[in-house]
C-alpha cells in the first residue's frame, strides 16, 4: 500500500482524507499500514476520487512468502 507516498505528494493529511472519504482514520491508518486483510471497492474509489489517482498509484503486489 502506498498510501502514505500519495498523500505526501498531494500534501495531504490522513485525518483530512478521512473525512473526505466518509470512513474513520484507525480504518484508514490500518490499510496505510498494509494490515488490512480486504477493503470495499467504493471505499478505494472513493480514495481515488479524493486523491485523483487509479487503484494500481495506491496498490503494488508482493510474491507471497514462503
Wanted: proline share 3%.
Amino acid at each position: 500500500m502506498h498510501l502514505d507516498r500519495v498523500l505526501a505528494e498531494r500534501g495531504m493529511t490522513l485525518t483530512e482524507l478521512a473525512d473526505r472519504v466518509g470512513v474513520t482514520v484507525v480504518n484508514l491508518s490500518v490499510l496505510k499500514n498494509g494490515r488490512a486483510r480486504a477493503v470495499r471497492f467504493s471505499t478505494l474509489t472513493a480514495i481515488c476520487e479524493v486523491l485523483d489517482c487509479q487503484p494500481g498509484d495506491l496498490l503494488s503486489v508482493r510474491p507471497r512468502e514462503g
